[in-house]
């Protein structure tokens, strides 16, 4: 007879953990799901610290289970493996206990002196232990031991953002292990209470839950635009702030923002969108006007586009730190009109595959001269050439100066304006074609956004890019990052 519990895999029971009605759709419903771009990265952000890890626990011996969609073929094989006595390290090795499958990043025999223990390791792209990966950790190991396997202990590898990468392929450090065993061993009862439940999300109907902190904690859930109310023309999720109050309101039944009452919220922000959002035209306050006149020339308008590999590839950067790899720049010298179609425009892309560092920053340096505002949105630009500093500390003291320059327009605009369109966001992209209706950042080809921008860059200097694709994504490149300061001067330009 076969089984009646459903098969439940390792992550399965992760969405049930963050919320049942999650893994409920994921089974019954997949097809309203929507994989973000950020989700999408983060896989392939954990699948190369997998390669990492090959590569740093692994021996000439060592063996991967690959991946096959007959669970049972994997669950087979590294039976097999371990049952011949295999002295080895097993990569992806792959256990079934009472329905329930995981598979193993790294297991790695150490004899515990009796010749069959074995040493477990779950992988994670995060730089430090979260409350869930113990969790994680505990599923592993509750199946193994329900299957026999003798696990001598049960770690967590996590990357280590104080690694600086030596070059030549040396990632010795990049992953600092922690013994997790006694927290899963106390975890054991939350594991079998959280199979439960699982089950019960699963064979039964959809679980009422209302939307909160949960649906993007600590993974944002691709159902998202499911569950929360969004075909009203000013969503309850446009009052920002945090999803515990917005899901409160959502659970009372609103759904527009017009239908919600002034006493109900507290945050004075929430209450400025209320009330603009209400009124149904933009507030715009005088104070942006006279703020931004009183800026001298020349007038610069900067922007960096940046990396942040988990595994580096250039010598001397670190795992996840903001590498500028590209840069636009207007310079407004106050004798035009103030639009970027007549302003003097420089910009920097390298896209030859060596580390662009040095001969990025020694041309901003000579782009940005010695005075003028250098004009910047958020203070994204101050962190960036902070790390150059880091870098490149003989060239301190005039990456210094800029940063002294530095001014950002986004609490200039932020206090004094919002339109009912911005949806509770002060980002460039929401206030940008609120401001210029000509502009809008959607409407760039192929790349638009930072992370794809990011994404783009290292899909262009990849020695297997073909030569039409990397001119493509070099146009794209410089599109966008020109647009972003092309943004800025329009809302500049706006507040005049």
Known sequence: MPSAKPYLSKSRLISAWQCPKRLHLEVHHPEYAEVSARTEALFAVGNRVGEISQQLYGTAESVEIAFNRTMSLMVQQTRELIDGGADFPIFEATFQHDDILVRVDVLI???????????????????????????????????????????????????????????DGDYEGLLVAVDLTQEVLALEPTVVELITRARDAVTGPMPEIDVGTHCSKPYECQFINHCWPTDAEYPITGLGGGKAKLGTLVALGFRDIRDVKIDDLSAATQQRIHRVTCAGVPEILDGARQTLAALPYPRYFLDFETIGPAVPFWKGTRPYASVPVQWSCHIDDGKGDGSANVMCHEEFLDLSGEPPMRALAQKMIDCLGDNGPILMWTNYEE?????????????????????DRLYDLHPVVRENYYHPKMLGSWSIKAVLPCIAPYMNYAELEGINAGMAASDGFIEAIDPNTSPERKAELEEQLLRYCKFDTEAMVEIVRFFA
């Open 383 to 403: 962190g960036v050439i902070s790390y150059l500093i880091e870098l490149l500390p003989d060239l301190a003291e005039p990456l210094q100066k800029i940063i």
């Open 109 to 167: 025999p150490n004899g515990d002196g009796n010749g069959d223990g074995w040493e477990a390791i779950e992988v994670k792209a995060s730089t430090s232990v979260k409350p869930y990966h113990k969790l994680d950790c505990a599923i592993q190991y509750w199946v193994m031991r329900g299957i026999g396997l003798n696990i001598t202990s049960m770690s967590l590898a996590h990357i280590n953002n104080q690694f600086v990468y030596r070059g």
